[in-house]
């Protein structure tokens, strides 16, 4: 077996989980370096991921593991892109240790949140793959970007109800909160695509799940070159609480039936109100989004 350098770039929110420490031991124990970067402030991941791109020429890292949820992984590989000219391809592969509330981009490479010690291994021992990133007018994200109400219903869920109901938290939520927050409208354009109007919900995936395993684009695929584009179009008052639930119990089949679904190398949204996209839940406020797939962009252990 090849030993690897791994680089862990660790949420400083979770420094101190125990499987974490035992995980980094046993992979160390199996003969590979594993070496530690500690978040602790705002910019530090996009830091220590320029770091490594720095550090590589010397120390060789094969594998950068993002460790912590999908805004981890989003400021890792964006940190990474941002130092490299073009469309270069970085010199180490990318995985990740799913340490975040939700893990939607882990749970869709079948990590288990659960076993740490497991999804270490893995990032040791497995090959990497050609995978697809988004950008979001030059702004990356390798899972999901997402808008309007849907989005900020998510974004405005109580954790501790998320925790107690699970998708029924998003409902509750949604439901007591539709009066005070208004539909997003745009026009949204793509290679033989042209749709305009109120949505509910929109989302632009490379990965299939987002705001706590919320299938909005449930066939998406890291590898195909094009991104899944979903609307949810705004309903009748009378049906926003059965969209709304199809919407948080993420059945594709119900939601297929309800949304506006293509696939798309490129798509344009404008909205004459400013708009607010989460990109892997790192947001941004625009009125004019320039979104685009770049194929094989990174190599991830998937």
């Excluded at 125990?18 to 031991?25: H, T």
């Excluded at 799913?98 to 090959?127: E, K, Q, V």
């Excluded at 439901?175 to 997003?184: G, I, M, N, V, Y």
Aim: hydrophobic share 40%.
């Amino acid at each position: 077996m090849n030993k690897r350098h791994l680089r862990l770039i660790l949420n400083g929110k979770s420094a101190g989980r125990v499987d974490v420490r035992s995980a980094v031991e046993a992979v160390r124990a199996m003969g590979h370096e594993v070496s530690v970067r500690v978040t602790y402030e705002a910019g530090d991941t996009e830091r220590f991921a320029a770091e490594a791109l720095r550090e590589h020429q010397e120390a060789k890292i094969d594998v950068l593991v993002s460790a912590g949820g999908d805004g981890t992984i989003h400021e890792v590989v964006d940190g990474v892109l941002g130092q490299l000219p073009g469309n270069e391809v970085p010199p180490f592969a990318f995985a990740v240790l799913p340490l975040g509330t939700a893990n939607d981009f882990a749970r869709h490479i079948r990590l288990d949140p659960a076993d740490i010690m497991s999804c270490l291994r893995f990032a040791a021992r497995a090959t990497p793959k050609p995978t697809d990133i988004g950008t979001v007018n030059g702004r990356v994200f390798v899972n999901m970007a997402t808008g309007g109400f849907g989005t900020k219903v998510t974004s405005q869920t109580d954790p501790k109800l998320k925790k107690m109901f699970g998708g029924a938290a998003y409902l509750f939520t949604g439901l007591h909160r539709f009066s005070e927050l208004a539909a997003s409208a745009g026009r949204i354009e793509a290679e033989g695509f042209q749709w305009e109007g109120a949505f509910l919900a929109l989302a632009i995936g490379n990965g299939r799940r987002a705001g706590g395993g919320i299938r909005l684009c449930p066939k998406a695929k890291l590898d195909d070159g094009l991104l899944d584009l979903t609307i949810l179009p705004m309903p009748d008052r009378g049906k926003v609480s059965e969209l709304l639930a199809v919407l948080f119990e993420g059945d594709p089949a119900r939601l297929q039936d309800i949304a506006i679904m293509r696939r798309v190398r490129s798509v344009t949204i404008e909205t004459r109100d400013e708009i607010q996209m989460n990109l892997d839940g790192e947001p941004l406020h625009e009125t004019r989004l320039a979104i685009e797939t770049h194929p094989a962009r990174i190599n991830l252990i998937r």
